[in-house]
């Protein structure tokens, strides 16, 4: 049972069953009068005395008034969810939910002595993450990848040209377009010399490119498609809806896209490349980079993800999952705030429902506690840890980023208690590090990718690290 003592207050912690400890907390009488003259320091602002001023009516004064017990009320409220927060603090206990506070001693008067049992991150053990295998899209550049790259250039500067062919998806067709529905003609479905790319979609309706695909410069189409799902909820009439559209469409001409040559003088001119090599060595180059960073994240999200899939839903409390939604709703109105906009809003540009939403965020906090439970486990497993000097250097990064020093931010992580959070967190990130040097990573097409596929050149990783 580890003792703590600051001041004249004492505290212990004590293992009960159900994942739970007993924080017990012993404030000495001296102690806890300070807090009882604070509490009727604030009472004296709302309590008129003839002969006294807001505010500075004496104690003794008030006690006379008022009485001592309402003032001990008033300084259990504000005093013992400061003691328990220090006592967590000192004990270092990994607390994930609220604490349930008994007073069992010095309600009326001397000193306090106070329970806390509170719900602590349980500790399980892990198994199957010797072993793994994920699956990543490849990431090796082909010479048709940068020939796709090259034509997507050269479709900048493609021109139109009438041919003497049927239609064919990726051509464009003048047509003169008209939709009714119950003879009335639908708006925005009417129109004269539309240009209009086949096998786009643009329309919602896909017979309009099934007609045209084959189609010729003079043919007159007539045809009848579903009526389009408008995708709201207002009270249409089905029966009404449940009635096809019926089209005309004639087509005036068929155009297709031609392409410039890709000569070393059209790049020159197009491009700030000299020639058509330099220019595919440069799309190889960054295509090649940007697979590698997409890899790498999939990688570590694939991973994250099998070994979150480690952990049965039994073993996650269903305080970690409240706790971690909280703190995702949160996050999220302080963003929409910073934005102006209000969570109605939010949810009726995103299309959901308060209910729905909420599913979505337990389902991602339950995937997240999952995950740092099996992280925890697998680094006391694999004896993994984080030193002192790892966490002073993760701390002069972070000051580096407010512009503070790194010695006036670790004193203030360490009055707060926030200290064991960064390891914490340290010790997961570097778990994870340690399970990506072990896990098996291949393509969708079962071919395996070396981890060394997986790495940046040393002066693109420096220039990475830079950024």
Known sequence: MPVATLHDVRSTVEPLEGNKVKVVVEVEEAEFDKELDAAFRRLAKDVRLP?????????????????????????????????????????????????????????????????????IRPSIEVKGYEGLEVEIPRIDVTEEDVDEAVDRLRGQFSELETVERPAAEGDRVSIDIAATHHGDPVPGMTADDYSYEVGSGA???????????????????????????????????????????????????????????????????????????????????????????????????????????????????????????????????????????????????????????????????????????????????????VSDDEIDTELEKAATQFDRSADELKAEFIEHGHLPQVRADLLKSKTLDWLITKTKVIDEDGQLIPADALELPEDESDDQEEE
């Open 203 to 385: 329309t919602g309706i896909p017979e309009i490119d099934e007609q045209l695909v084959g189609a010729s410069a003079g043919d007159e189409l007539d045809f009848t498609a579903e009526y389009p799902d408008t995708g709201t909820d207002e009270d249409d009439d089905d029966t009404d809806e449940e009635e096809p559209l019926h089209f005309t469409i004639k087509v005036n001409a068929v155009q297709e896209s031609v392409l410039p040559e890709a000569t070393d003088e059209w790049v020159a001119e197009k491009s700030e490349f000299a020639t058509l090599a330099d220019l595919r060595d440069d799309y190889r180059a960054r295509m090649q980079q940007s697979r590698i960073y997409q890899g790498q994240a999939a990688r570590r999200n694939k991973i994250a993800e099998a070994i979150s899939g480690l952990v049965d839903d039994e073993s996650v409390p269903e305080a970690m999952v409240s706790g971690e939604v909280e703190n995702r709703i949160q996050d999220i109105g302080m963003r929409l705030q910073a934005q102006g906009l209000t969570f109605e809003q939010y949810l009726e540009y995103s299309g959901q429902d308060p209910q729905s939403m909420t599913a979505e965020l337990t389902e991602a906090a339950r995937s997240s506690a999952k995950l740092d439970l099996a992280l925890r486990a697998i680094a006391i497993q694999e004896a993994i840890t």
């Open 51 to 119: 002969g006294f001023r807001p505010g500075k009516a004496p104690r003794k004064v008030l006690e006379a008034r008022i009485g001592q017990g309402y003032a001990r009320e008033e300084a259990f409220r504000h005093s013992l969810p400061d003691y328990y927060s220090k006592a967590v603090i000192e004990h270092e206990v990994d607390v994930i939910a609220p604490p349930e506070i008994d007073i069992t001693e010095g309600m009326d008067s001397g000193g306090v002595t106070f329970d806390a049992v509170v719900e």
